[in-house]
Structure formats: C-alpha cells, structure tokens
C-alpha cells in the first residue's frame, strides 16, 4: 500500500517543481507551449533525460549544436535536479546560463549549460563541466 506522502512525491514532476507532470513539464514535451525561461527548459529537459524523451532533447537544442540523433541510456535512472545558479535567460534576455547538479543512480552530473533564444523559443546551446565538479 502507498501511503499518501508517497503518493503525493509520486506524482510530482521530475523536475523538481511541485505540480503534476502534464502541467509542469509535460506540457512542453507535449508541444503546448515552449519553456518561458532558460532555467524551465533546462528543468524540462532534466525531466525530457527522466522520462528518455530524446525528441524533446533534439526539438531544443540549437540547430548549430544539435547532434544528429540521440541514443538515451535505457539503464540511466536519474534521481533528482538541484538548480545551483542561473545568470540572465529570462524573458528579457536573449542568452541564458544555468548551472546544476544532476544525480543519478551512482553519482551525479554537475555541469553549467548555455541557452540561446531562436526564433523566440530557449534551445540549448552547450555546456561545461566546472573545475572541481562530480
């Protein structure tokens, strides 16, 4: 039997934010909207990494850094997403960066990301791994 804490962890989205997964994050993968802010879309694509949805990973990322395809670990289980820093990548901006810490079963991913707007929309552009990181 679940218990109702469970239950309620359960049916939160991946990405860390509370709400269900269809409002939060599933509403991008499903293509009713586009993430408003780089750090959305990289919680998006956190979940996108979760769930192994390799199209949404491709849809957003720039064309000029977007690999041809994209094969996803079926054996990866991604444990959580920690935000640690973002700098601009707002509605007001046009670039973005957010630094974060993935954790998966057996360690953890720490890496700053850079976000480019194209036509309007937040794509992922690259990203670093910090000295010092996991």
């Known amino acids: 039997m679940v218990r109702r804490n469970e239950r309620a962890a359960s049916a939160g989205c991946p990405c860390g934010l509370p709400g269900e997964y269809g409002a939060c994050c599933g509403r991008f993968h499903a293509g009713a909207g586009s993430a408003p802010t780089a750090e959305a879309l990289m919680r998006s694509r956190y979940c996108a990494f979760v769930r192994g949805d390799a199209g949404y990973l491709l849809r957003t990322w720039h064309p000029r850094t977007r690999p041809e395809r994209l094969d996803l670990d079926p054996g990866m289980r991604w444990t959580g ?10 509605a007001f901006h046009t670039t973005g960066t957010v ?19 194209v036509a309007g929309a937040w794509v992922y552009v690259d990203g670093e791994f910090p000295e010092g990181s996991d």
Do not use: D, M, P, V
């Not at 997403?81 to 707002?90: S, V, W």
């Not at 998966?104 to 990301?113: D, F, T, V």
């Open 99 to 117: 630094e974060f810490r993935a954790s998966y079963r057996g360690g953890a991913l720490h890496e700053r990301s850079r976000f480019e707007r």
């Open 81 to 90: 997403l920690e935000i640690l820093g973002t700098a601009e990548g707002t």
